[in-house]
T-cell receptor
Framework: DQQVKQNSPSLSVQEGRISILNCDYT??????FLWYKKYPAEGPTFLIS?????DKNEDGRFTVFLNKSAKHLSLHIVPSQPGDSAVYFC?????????????FGTGTRLQVTL | DTEVTQTPKHLVMGMTNKKSLKCEQH?????MYWYKQKAKKPPELMFV???????INESVPSRFSPECPNSSLLNLHLHALQPEDSALYLC????????????FGNGTRLTVT
């Protein structure tokens, strides 16, 4: 049972344009959501997160939007840069203290072209 | 540079071997995690340690044995693995602040022959 889904396995965007990555979840218990970026042969790197009490969080070129009623979140990257080419995972969890666990989506491979 | 260090980076072992994966963090985090990631799949949780005690075991086969000697170290002991256990093994740690993210190491690429 895939509780966190990323329906687009890949996305290609031109440099300077906006990249929009989408994620859907099914578990209403999730109360915080994160985006990770992963390069080959490296571990996932934390990008940005959002709590369920917010609908938007912004950090530089990265903005995450949360629509709780639709159980949907998205990551916007503006402007996209070639160095953004990587696999992006969304993740969701609920805060059970230090033993909290995250459930990851299947990933979207973003390619930013020149 | 990642603040979670994993060794070795690569490991090839036979099905009768015993080996260990090591993970170290010095961020003062009291929760540490083992994840397994197969190609083109998301990371899958294996174990969670909280304050050096095992708090979550996601029904992992006993051929994987975790150990948390102290708050900075996490080991994963491997014995009698199968070729299908070949994967990237990721260690992560997490602070105790509300909604703290996981910080991952770069992983150990394990191949079982």
């Amino acid at each position: 049972d895939q509780q966190v889904k990323q329906n687009s396995p890949s996305l290609s965007v031109q440099e300077g344009r906006i990249s929009i990555l989408n994620c859907d979840y099914t578990n209403s218990m999730f109360d915080y959501f994160l985006w990770y970026k992963k390069y080959p042969a490296e571990g996932p790197t934390f990008l940005i997160s959002i709590s369920s009490i917010k609908d938007k969080n912004e950090d530089g070129r990265f903005t995450v939007f949360l629509n709780k009623s639709a159980k949907h979140l998205s990551l916007h990257i503006v402007p996209s840069q070639p160095g953004d080419s990587a696999v992006y995972f969304c993740a969701a969890g609920w805060d059970g203290g230090t033993a909290s666990k995250l459930t990851f989506g299947t990933g979207t491979r973003l390619q930013v072209t020149l | 540079d990642t603040e979670v260090t994993q060794t070795p980076k690569h490991l090839v072992m036979g099905m009768t071997n015993k080996k260990s994966l090591k993970c170290e963090q010095h961020m003062g985090h009291r929760a540490m995690y083992w994840y397994k990631q197969k190609a083109k799949k998301p990371p899958e949780l294996m174990f969670v340690y909280s304050y050096e005690k095992l708090s979550i075991n996601e029904s992992v086969p006993s051929r994987f044995s975790p150990e948390c000697p102290n708050s900075s170290l996490l080991n994963l002991h491997l014995h009698a693995l199968q070729p299908e256990d070949s994967a990237l093994y990721l260690c992560a740690s997490r602070g105790s602040s509300y909604n703290s993210p996981l910080h991952f190491g770069n992983g150990t690429r394990l191949t079982v022959t």
